[in-house]
C-alpha cells in the first residue's frame, strides 16, 4: 500500500508559477512510477508528468513542456511539480499517483499516457485566471 498526500494548490493568475508537493508513504528509491495527473472541469482525466524514481527518468505531456518541471527529494519520499508559465487552461484538480516495481517504459506509455495507476492522493486544485 502506498498513501500519497498531496499540497501547494492554489489560485494564481496567468503567467505565474506554483509548486506541488506530494509525499508518498513509503520509500521512493525503488523503481518505481510517481506522477502528476490533472482533470479540467467537465473533462477526463490527463497525464502531466511522472518521474522513473529510480534512475530520475521524467516524461512530460506535451502541453506542458518547457513550463513544467518534475522532481524528487529521494530523502523525503517525495515528487513535486513546479508549474511557471501558467495558462488558464491549467486549471484543474491536480492528482499524484503512484505504481510500484515498475520500468521506465511502463512509466510513460501505461502510467503517464495510458493513465493507470493503482494508487492516488486526494487531489489539490490549481485555479489559473486569466
Known amino acids: 500500500q502506498v498513501q500519497l498526500v498531496e499540497s501547494g494548490g492554489g489560485s494564481v493568475q496567468a503567467g505565474g508559477s506554483l509548486r506541488l508537493s506530494c509525499a508518498a508513504s513509503r520509500n521512493t528509491l525503488s523503481n518505481n512510477c510517481m506522477g502528476w495527473f490533472r482533470q479540467p472541469p467537465g473533462k477526463e482525466r490527463e497525464g502531466v508528468a511522472a518521474?522513473?524514481?529510480?534512475?530520475?527518468?521524467?516524461y512530460y505531456a506535451d502541453s506542458v513542456k518547457g513550463r513544467f518541471t518534475i522532481s524528487q527529494d529521494t530523502a523525503k519520499n517525495t515528487v513535486y511539480l513546479q508549474m511557471n508559465s501558467l495558462k488558464p487552461e491549467d486549471t484543474g484538480m491536480y492528482y499524484c499517483?503512484?505504481?510500484?516495481?515498475?520500468?521506465?517504459?511502463?512509466?510513460?506509455?501505461?502510467?503517464?499516457?495510458?493513465?493507470?495507476?493503482?494508487?492516488w492522493g486526494q487531489g489539490t486544485q490549481v485555479t489559473v485566471s486569466s
Open positions: 518521474i522513473y524514481t529510480g534512475a530520475g527518468y521524467t
Open positions: 499517483a503512484a505504481e510500484i516495481f515498475r520500468s521506465g517504459t511502463y512509466c510513460y506509455t501505461t502510467f503517464l499516457m495510458g493513465r493507470t495507476s493503482n494508487y
